[in-house]
Protein backbone atom coordinates (compact mmCIF):
# COMPACT_ATOMS: atom_id res chain seq x y z
CA UNK A 1 0.00 0.00 0.00
CA UNK A 2 1.17 3.18 -0.79
CA UNK A 3 1.32 6.37 1.40
CA UNK A 4 1.81 10.30 1.16
CA UNK A 5 1.83 11.86 4.01
CA UNK A 6 2.98 16.11 3.93
CA UNK A 7 4.10 18.32 6.35
CA UNK A 8 5.53 21.55 6.64
CA UNK A 9 2.41 23.90 5.71
CA UNK A 10 1.46 27.02 7.68
CA UNK A 11 0.70 30.58 8.17
CA UNK A 12 3.52 32.97 7.16
CA UNK A 13 3.71 36.73 5.76
CA UNK A 14 3.79 37.69 2.09
CA UNK A 15 7.78 37.06 1.01
CA UNK A 16 8.36 34.63 3.45
CA UNK A 17 8.93 30.96 2.73
CA UNK A 18 8.16 27.28 3.49
CA UNK A 19 9.55 24.44 3.23
CA UNK A 20 6.86 21.24 2.54
CA UNK A 21 7.75 17.76 2.81
CA UNK A 22 6.15 14.19 1.19
CA UNK A 23 7.19 11.41 3.11
CA UNK A 24 6.21 8.49 0.54
CA UNK A 25 5.97 4.63 1.93
CA UNK A 26 5.13 1.65 -0.22
CA UNK A 27 7.08 2.59 -3.13
CA UNK A 28 10.59 4.25 -3.76
CA UNK A 29 9.93 7.75 -4.65
CA UNK A 30 13.08 6.92 -7.26
CA UNK A 31 11.05 5.06 -9.66
CA UNK A 32 7.80 7.01 -9.45
CA UNK A 33 7.42 10.59 -11.08
CA UNK A 34 6.53 13.14 -8.21
CA UNK A 35 4.42 15.76 -8.11
CA UNK A 36 2.76 18.83 -5.92
CA UNK A 37 -0.69 20.21 -6.67
CA UNK A 38 -2.35 23.00 -5.32
CA UNK A 39 -6.07 23.77 -5.09
CA UNK A 40 -7.48 27.43 -3.53
CA UNK A 41 -11.47 27.40 -2.12
CA UNK A 42 -13.51 27.13 -5.50
CA UNK A 43 -10.66 26.40 -7.64
CA UNK A 44 -9.60 23.51 -9.83
CA UNK A 45 -6.41 21.45 -8.85
CA UNK A 46 -3.61 23.26 -10.36
CA UNK A 47 -0.03 21.46 -11.17
CA UNK A 48 2.47 23.31 -9.44
CA UNK A 49 5.62 21.35 -10.11
CA UNK A 50 7.22 18.08 -10.97
CA UNK A 51 10.17 15.55 -10.47
CA UNK A 52 10.51 13.00 -13.20
CA UNK A 53 11.61 9.24 -12.22
CA UNK A 54 14.01 8.92 -14.83
CA UNK A 55 16.75 11.60 -15.13
CA UNK A 56 14.94 13.75 -12.61
CA UNK A 57 14.35 16.38 -14.41
CA UNK A 58 11.69 19.25 -12.74
CA UNK A 59 8.80 21.09 -14.36
CA UNK A 60 6.96 24.26 -12.88
CA UNK A 61 3.82 26.13 -13.55
CA UNK A 62 4.56 29.27 -14.59
CA UNK A 63 3.24 31.05 -11.57
CA UNK A 64 5.78 29.54 -9.59
CA UNK A 65 8.83 29.24 -11.72
CA UNK A 66 12.12 30.72 -10.03
CA UNK A 67 10.59 30.75 -6.39
CA UNK A 68 9.34 27.19 -5.79
CA UNK A 69 11.61 24.32 -5.98
CA UNK A 70 11.06 20.57 -6.12
CA UNK A 71 13.59 17.79 -5.15
CA UNK A 72 13.86 14.58 -3.53
CA UNK A 73 16.04 12.57 -1.29
CA UNK A 74 16.03 9.05 -2.48
CA UNK A 75 17.14 7.87 0.72
CA UNK A 76 14.39 9.41 2.64
CA UNK A 77 12.03 8.76 0.00
CA UNK A 78 10.86 11.92 0.55
CA UNK A 79 9.82 14.83 -1.50
CA UNK A 80 10.50 18.62 -0.87
CA UNK A 81 8.97 21.69 -2.35
CA UNK A 82 10.84 24.97 -1.25
CA UNK A 83 8.52 28.00 -1.60
CA UNK A 84 10.39 30.93 -1.44
CA UNK A 85 8.78 34.86 -2.16
CA UNK A 86 5.21 33.80 -1.16
CA UNK A 87 2.25 35.74 -2.21
CA UNK A 88 -1.24 35.79 -0.77
CA UNK A 89 -2.04 34.06 -4.14
CA UNK A 90 -0.16 30.93 -3.29
CA UNK A 91 -2.56 30.08 -0.11
CA UNK A 92 -4.10 26.99 -0.77
CA UNK A 93 -4.43 23.17 0.49
CA UNK A 94 -0.76 21.66 -1.20
CA UNK A 95 -0.94 18.30 -2.43
CA UNK A 96 2.12 15.80 -2.90
CA UNK A 97 1.15 13.09 -5.77
CA UNK A 98 3.04 10.34 -7.46
CA UNK A 99 2.59 7.71 -10.21
CA UNK A 100 3.94 6.83 -13.63
CA UNK A 101 2.33 9.74 -15.19
CA UNK A 102 3.53 8.90 -18.70
CA UNK A 103 3.90 12.51 -19.62
CA UNK A 104 0.48 13.49 -17.94
CA UNK A 105 2.43 15.07 -15.58
CA UNK A 106 0.37 18.15 -15.29
CA UNK A 107 -3.02 16.20 -14.76
CA UNK A 108 -4.27 15.00 -11.81
CA UNK A 109 -5.16 12.37 -13.42
CA UNK A 110 -1.32 11.33 -14.24
CA UNK A 111 -1.09 10.69 -10.59
CA UNK A 112 -2.30 7.07 -8.76
CA UNK A 113 -1.60 8.26 -5.69
CA UNK A 114 -1.89 11.22 -3.23
CA UNK A 115 -1.37 12.76 0.37
CA UNK A 116 -4.45 14.15 2.32
CA UNK A 117 -2.71 17.54 1.60
CA UNK A 118 -1.32 20.55 3.84
CA UNK A 119 -2.61 24.11 4.16
CA UNK A 120 -0.22 26.72 3.06
CA UNK A 121 -1.98 30.46 4.10
CA UNK A 122 -0.17 33.57 3.07
CA UNK A 123 -0.98 36.63 4.58
CA UNK A 124 -0.24 40.55 2.69
Known amino acids: QVQLVESGGGLVQAGGSLRLSCVVSGRTVSRLDMGWFRQAPGKEREFCAV????????AYVDSVKDRFTISRDNAKNTVYLQMNSLKPEDTAIYYC?????????????????WGQGTQVTVSS
Open 97 to 113: AAGLTQNRYSSPAGYQY
Open 51 to 58: IRWSGGST
